[in-house]
C-alpha cells in the first residue's frame, strides 16, 4: 500500500495547524517525548540528538514553550551511555525517578537515576544499567522505558522495547518494588506485531500506557515497514493481555509534503477529564529532521 493511502488522522483526532511546536534547524532533532504536569507547568521531556542528550522545556499552553534545558549528559566512561536517548520520569512524593536508554557499540541499556526537582538528575545503580538486554526476542536492545507507580501494590511498572538497536521489535513488561531490581514477565513480550494490520505489520515499540477506569489504555507505533511509522492506540484489562486494537488505527499517519511525511513516532497522551479532552504529543519525520508536534481529539471516543 503506497505511504499515504491512510488518512493523516482518524477517529476524530485533529492535528494542530501550526506543526511543530517544537524543533526547527537551528535546535536539531528532538524526539521521543514525555510528559509531565508539575509546580512550573507542562514539562516535556525529550532525547535532544545533536546533544546526544537528555533535556526538557517547560510551557504554560502545551504549545509554547521555553529555553531548552539539559538534564543529563552522555558518559563515554561507563562504557554503555555513550548517547542517552528516550526517557521517562515519574515522581513519587517528593523524588522523580528517571528510566532512560544508554547506547553504546550497537547496543542499548536501561539506566536509572533521580532528581529532588526534575531537572537535576544523579546517576543510581553505582552508574550500571538497571535492565539489559537477556532473552532472545530483546536481542541487542531495551529502549523506551515507560513506567507507572502503583501506589496500592508498591511497586513500578514498565512497559519497554527491545529487539533490533535501529527501531525495536515488540514490547515487554517488568515489575521493581525500588526502581532497580526488575522483574521480567514471563509471558515477554506481551505486545507484539499483528501482520494481519498493514500499519503495524513489520513492528511494534515505544508505548505509553495509561491506566483508565475499565484497563490499560497503551499508545504505540505501528511500523509498515522499518521506515514507515504510524500511531495507533490498544487496550487491556490488566495491561499485560488480551489486547484490542482500536478501529480508529493507525490513529495519527505521515501527511503528504508536510514536516512529518515520511513517519510518525513515538506518542505521549494527556487526558483533560475536565474539558473531556485529549492532546498527543509525538515525533515526526520527513527525510532526517525529526521535530516535535501536536494532536488533539475531542470526546471519549478511542474506537473501542
Known amino acids: ?86 526517557n521517562c520520569v515519574v515522581r513519587v512524593g517528593d523524588i522523580y525517578h528517571m528510566w532512560y536508554t544508554g547506547q553504546a557499540r550497537g547496543y542499548s541499556f536501561i539506566g536509572y537515576a533521580t532528581s529532588p526537582d526534575g531537572y537535576n538528575f544523579d546517576r543510581q545503580n553505582k552508574g550500571m544499567p538497571v535492565l539489559i538486554p537477556e532473552r532472545y526476542w ?13 501506589e496500592k501494590e508498591e511497586i513500578f511498572k514498565m512497559w519497554y522495547s527491545g529487539g533490533e538497536t535501529y527501531e525495536p521489535n515488540a514490547i515487554g513488561y517488568a515489575t521493581s518494588p525500588d526502581g532497580i531490581s526488575w522483574q521480567k514477565h514471563p509471558a ?70 508536510k514536516w512529518d511525511g515520511h513517519a510518525c513516532y513515538k506518542p505521549f497522551v494527556l487526558y483533560d477529564r475536565g474539558t473531556d479532552k485529549w492532546s498527543l504529543y509525538y515525533n515526526g519525520r520527513h527525510n532526517a529532521p525529526e521535530y516535535i508536534g501536536l494532536a488533539t481529539l475531542e470526546g471519549s471516543d478511542l474506537g473501542f
Request: hydrophobic residues 35%.
Open 188 to 257: 515477554n513480550p506481551i505486545f507484539v506485531p499483528n501482520p494481519e494490520n498493514l500499519y503495524e505489520q513489520e513492528r511494534v515499540a515505544a508505548g505509553q500506557v495509561m491506566q483508565v477506569d475499565d484497563g490499560y489504555l497503551l499508545f504505540y507505533i505501528g511500523f509498515e515497514d522499518i521506515d514507515t511509522a504510524r500511531i495507533c492506540v490498544a487496550k487491556s484489562p490488566d495491561g499485560i493481555t488480551r489486547w484490542k486494537r482500536s478501529s480508529h488505527n493507525p490513529i495519527i499517519a505521515p501527511e503528504k509534503d
Open 138 to 150: 530483546e536481542n541487542r536492545t531495551l529502549m523506551c522505558p515507560h513506567v507507572l507507580w502503583d
Open 1 to 86: 500500500m503506497p505511504l499515504y493511502d491512510f488518512p493523516p488522522t482518524g477517529g476524530g483526532w485533529k492535528k494542530y495547524e501550526n506543526n511543530p511546536i517544537l524543533g526547527d534547524t537551528k535546535i536539531g532533532t528532538c524526539f521521543d517525548i514525555f510528559m509531565m504536569k508539575a509546580n512550573d507547568g507542562l514539562r516535556m521531556y525529550f532525547s535532544w540528538r545533536p546533544k546526544k542528550s537528555l533535556a526538557v522545556v517547560t510551557s504554560q499552553d502545551g504549545i509554547n514553550w521555553g529555553p531548552l534545558r539539559i538534564i543529563m549528559e552522555p558518559k563515554q566512561d561507563t562504557g554503555w551511555e555513550d548517547d542517552l536517548n528516550r
